[in-house]
């Protein structure tokens, strides 16, 4: 049984080299609910599970020929007899089932299980486009910047050699301070660059509401109306009444008629019971999608006010503070966190929270002193160096990401 499922393991496995590049809301969509839509699609098409997705009943047409032809088109059930009082007292045998009195007679169509394997397997491919939106945008930059850092506390014991232990590298104190200046410049440079980073980033969790949005009102029409109120109903008479809302939706008996001609030539029809085993499978399928997406839907919209949170405050140092030690727990200096936030913008900032995301304490706090350091207290600027050299009264530029952060009067770096 395990084996059948092995298409959806690459998603659920720990994965140490794994880059965060998106928030716990934006998972809900291209991850787990991706995959409950993958395993949902299996499950449909494996008959070893269910048996045989549908049997009908019939004395005279071959088995294998009605089942077939009862697949194929869709069966009935009479709206007369979805009557739950008729079924308390014994009127009837199953909700839908009874006599077929005349052609006028109102029916209930079920052609939806024809192609459930199809529109689950859509969904999921749905969920998962603006992720890959999102990563073809991001282009892999925070991954550049932070592989391989995960490990960088025991540097301290590495002087100049990395080691590798299984799928993990712990770099040496030297390669951790180059990769250090490596973020430090690629941070300064994308001040003037990364205007589009973040716009990119919040349409995208946009584009997760409103797909979301379609595929739940795509999902009701699939299924005739009856999804919207799905999940309430079977809340309220599933232990009630004899039928629920499952038992209208998803019967486990219909009707079919088969017609073919006899051997004089006349049209005979042979009104046939079939079984719907299927449907024991798609209506936990629905009813478990429902909840999912009432869930996720409540996640994404407090999402995205958080996200409004963070466009109209991310200049706040209280607010940033919190927002990084949330993204990682961890102390910050409150003044280099300020004089770095002063210089960015939306783009800048998220891109500087998802570092925090991927980097340890020890080397935030490394990255953040650097920045600092470029962008001065305009009221105290430069006083350390002006004490040291007092012909060294120039501000250093944005673009100089090369120089030194301290220099002392000889030229040399102050570490």
């Not at 007369?80 to 077929?100: D, K, M, T």
């Not at 009813?287 to 999912?292: E, K, P, Q, S, V």
């Not at 673009?399 to 301290?406: C, M, N, S, W």
């Amino acid at each position: 049984m395990l084996s059948t499922f092995s298409s959806v393991t690459p998603f659920l496995k720990f994965n140490p080299k794994r880059v965060t590049i998106d928030n716990f809301v934006f998972k809900l969509h291209y991850r787990w609910t991706f995959i409950i839509l993958i395993v949902a699609t299996i499950l449909v098409c494996s008959r070893q599970y269910i048996g045989e997705h549908i049997k009908c009943i019939s004395d005279t047409i071959p088995s294998h020929v009605v089942n077939t032809y009862c697949f194929f088109t869709p069966t009935f059930t009479l709206v007369r007899h979805l009557n739950n009082s008729a079924l308390a007292a014994g009127a009837i045998f199953q909700p839908g089932i009874g006599p077929y009195e005349t052609q006028e007679e109102p029916i209930k169509r079920h052609a939806y299980y024809q192609w459930v394997p199809f529109v689950l397997f859509g969904q999921a491919l749905f969920f998962y486009i603006p992720h890959a939106l999102w990563k073809s945008w991001e282009g892999g930059r925070i991954k550049a910047l932070v592989f391989g850092l995960r490990m960088v506390g025991l540097s301290k014991y590495l002087k100049n050699k990395s080691m590798q232990i299984g799928k993990l590298n712990i770099p040496s104190e030297e390669e951790t301070e180059m990769r250090v200046k490596d973020i430090r410049r690629t941070m300064i440079d994308r001040m003037r660059l990364n205007q589009s980073w973040g716009a990119h980033l919040v349409f995208t969790e946009i584009l997760n509401l409103l797909n979301l949005i379609l595929q739940i009102y795509w999902t009701n029409l699939f299924l005739g109306g009856a999804f919207l109120s799905l999940g309430p109903k079977v809340w309220n008479e599933r232990w009630n009444n004899q039928m629920d809302a499952l038992d209208v939706v998803f019967p486990k008996v219909t009707k079919c008629h088969f017609h073919k001609y006899g051997p004089s030539g006349s049209l005979q029809m042979h009104d046939t019971l079939c079984v719907m085993a299927l449907n024991i499978i798609n209506e936990k399928i629905y009813t478990i999608l429902w909840f999912w997406y009432a869930f996720v839907f409540a996640a994404t919209v407090l999402g995205l006010i958080w996200r409004v949170f963070t466009l109209f405050f991310y200049k706040s140092t209280r607010f940033t503070r919190y927002c990084l030690y949330w993204a990682k727990p961890g102390r910050l200096d409150d003044k280099e966190i300020s004089l770095v936030v002063r210089k960015c913008n939306f783009s800048n900032w998220m891109f500087l929270f998802f570092l925090r995301k991927n980097l340890s304490e020890f080397l935030f706090n490394k990255v953040i002193t650097h920045l600092a350091s470029e962008f001065p207290d305009e009221q105290q600027e430069n006083n350390f160096n002006a004490a040291i050299d007092p012909s060294h009264t120039q501000t250093m530029r944005i673009d100089e990401v090369d120089r030194p952060l301290i220099v002392k009067p000889s030229g040399s770096k102050i570490d």
